[in-house]
């Protein structure tokens, strides 16, 4: 045993031997069980381990499955391309046109310092019908009675998640707008772009990286996010996850719900892939 | 010469707060001229070339290329055209886009540009290299694409940021030439900035010497040796022993001298020097002294001393010689022809010295 220890493979193992036991115990073994259950089936006595496609071929052919893994890939990618919008310039301030680079970092990591939950209910005071926006639009006499679009609906998780998400997405812009060598963006004032020009044809195929990092970030929780839909969404702004948890609870049929859960993670990383792969092609064909 | 001035620079200043980096500037460049602003590191070398560039905003004078006052004209409108010290390379394109890149500006056909891109590496000898990616590239091959994406440019004017500090020293000897191979072809004006004396000499046809802000002496880079205008200048370009000399006489542009050391000597008067008093500072080039075990014929002034220090250059064999009455030891420096060191350290010598070859560096500074 001793002798294991002294060479580097030896050391390199028992280094990594907690963290890989966690990772087995914590997320390996739970994923199996979860694909196991996929392949068993609910007969509310008892769960029937004869192995089937029987969840599966209910996951393909439910309108409402599909509806809701629509709607959640939808609203993902809306709050993706509503985060790396607003977060974008702001990163760009960071990076380029400020010296109090860690002051506004740390402004900006500010949110954190108080619960998710309170940030979502705190929107919901916001956006609600007797909330902030409305008393002020009602008692500045622009609206005559309050407005009910504003929340429960997908605009209002969508706002909510922007909100939540922004510093990920800062960050990684941040990071790959401060790595750009400044000298590049002279050489390409020096061989004749303007401002706008340069930013274009340098500094966003230059940030791609960051975007895509960004992107990932926000969009893989969010498709499975269910605190928010559940809290602002109402019933227009269900997502899947919402609907795995009844399965798991109410319904009781965790043969589905696992089956859900595993074809939410398939979607999730084929449209990620498919993202990848376009934004690289995309900002290849920059020149 | 009828040739015209490229660029005229009159009354330029640049301050960063209360910091004057660039101070009185004038200068007129030639077209076709190879022009190098040598000076030590923060001297405002570059800060002037950033503001021909228009990287930079002058707060002072005049700044004209081509005749056009620069003034309100912004650096992506400018008929020049920069190689970065850093090479700035966009590293998301190959060679070919590099060089590219200013060309999609200008209304030209696919054709047109492919062509103009495979002459420009043609030139630096990077032919065929288009789709090279940009991190794949050596330091030499950067500095090449650097240079060939400035040039496709077809500017009045080129600028130079120190274009060869990140190359070894045996590339950086070979660029020295092609740089001035490829200036000469095609006559374009080049404007270098470098803190190399050697580099500024083999290249250029004149060089502006930098201190602190100001530029001290523009000149060939002959003169510049021979006739330095101040002992600042005259130690940052070559050796060079300062002794003190006392002017006994003056008549037809020589001057009647006791030099330290070295007795009467008669010295040309040298023009590029702003005063001088019957306190003068003389100097000699190490390379411009006789050493010898005996009293050497032939010359004007001698110096009886002893070696010091002996040292082995490789080209060129250095010794530091002292004599009673010398603050500093002189420095001498003969070639070598036969990899001997004749000298060893205590021995006794005679150092010879031709009038020609004592500079006129002006009033002696107490």
Redesign the interface.
Known sequence: MAGILKTEAGKGLALSAPASLYVGLLVAAPLGILVAYSFWTQTYVEIDKTLTWANYAEAATDPLVRHLMLRSIAIAGAVTAATVALAYPIAYFIAFRTHKKTLWLLLITIPFWSSYLLRVFSWKLILGFNGVMNSALLSMGIVTEPLTFLLYNEFAVVLTLAHAWAPFAILPIYVSLQKIDRSLLEAATDLGCSKLERFFRVTLPLTIPGIIAASLIIFIPTVGDYVTPSLVGGSQGKMVANLIQVQFGPANNWPLGATLSLVAMASVGFVAILFVILATALGRRIR | MTTQNIIEISGVEKRFGTFVAVRDLNLELKEGEFFSLLGPSGCGKTTALRMI?G?QDHDEGTIRIGGQDMAHI????RPA??V???Y?I????NVG?NV???L???KLTKAGINDRVAEALEMVELGGLQSRKATELSGGQRQRVALA??LV?RPKVLLLDEPLSALDKNLREAMQFEMRRLQQKLGITFVMVTHDQYEAMTMSDRIGVMFKGQLKQVDKPEVLYARPCSREVAAFIGGMNFLDAAVTGEADGKLQAQVQGFGPLTIDVNSNVAQRGPQLLAGIRPEQLEISAQKPEGYDGYLQGTVTNAAFYGENVHYHVTADGLQQPIAVSVPNYFHTVDHKQGDPVWLGVQNASVIDLGTREA
């Open positions: 560039a990287f912004p650096a992506n409108k055209n920069m970065f010290q850093s700035a966009f590293p998301h394109l886009d590219a890149f200013g999609r500006k200008l994406r400035a440019m």
